[in-house]
């Protein structure tokens, strides 16, 4: 299965149209979170991406919610938006989560605490593609000399070994990837690439 996967597009509709036409060699389009800057702009950017007919697996990112992420793909047959919860595409299992893992400090965010995401994370099959927003702790997390990511996500990784793993949210270390535990782990940033599960 060709994945073509993406993250952080922060309101960019002409790089929305840009990935649109990457894609359409995909069986499976993802999208890892933070269409929106602060909650503004998440129906244009979604607008632009509904051109996609692949099937196309997007988590909310700490910019939008789960519920608006939801409501703004309503008229996209091929989006699934996952957030605690899973899908079967041709197969093979995907399973999403978003939001800012742990708590940013910032108001407007939409957040889990380690201790909400671990409980999201609990159905999560062995194997799956794992679609997150935030990176788990230690890989692909540095922002400003710290560590940002989630102990839960990595407890998950750990746990169910996915097929691949892709996040974003930190952008210093968009383009990097790690290996935990046999798994690639990737944060993709908003340029989009191309996967083989």
């Known amino acids: 299965m060709r994945l073509f996967a993406f993250s952080d597009l922060h309101r960019d509709e002409d790089q929305a149209r840009r990935l649109v036409e990457q894609s359409a060699d995909a069986d499976v389009v993802i999208g890892a979170g933070d269409f929106t800057s602060f ?19 997007l988590v909310p990112g700490n910019h939008e919610s789960h519920d ?9 047959p091929a989006a699934h938006v996952l957030h605690g919860e899973g899908i079967k595409i041709d197969g093979v299992d995907f399973f999403g989560l978003g ?18 995401a671990a409980k ?27 560590h940002l990511g989630s102990e839960a996500i990595l407890g998950t990784i750990e ?6 793993a892709v996040c974003g949210h ?28």
């Open 120 to 146: 999201k994370l609990e159905d999560c099959p062995a194997r799956a593609v794992l679609v997150i927003h935030s990176p788990p702790k230690g890989h692909l997390d540095v922002a400003h000399g710290r």
């Open 170 to 197: 930190i952008h210093e270390a968009w383009g990097e990837e790690a290996d935990i535990a046999g798994t690639r782990v990737v944060n993709l940033g908003p340029r989009g690439r191309f996967f083989e599960v």
């Open 159 to 164: 746990r169910t070994r996915p097929a691949l």
């Open 68 to 76: 608006a992420l939801w409501r703004a793909c309503g008229g996209w």
């Open 99 to 116: 939001a800012g893992v742990p708590p940013t400090p910032f108001p407007w965010s939409f957040d889990l605490t380690e201790e909400e």
């Open 39 to 57: 909650h503004l702009g998440l129906g244009g950017v979604i607008d632009a991406l509904s051109e996609i007919t692949t099937p196309t697996v």
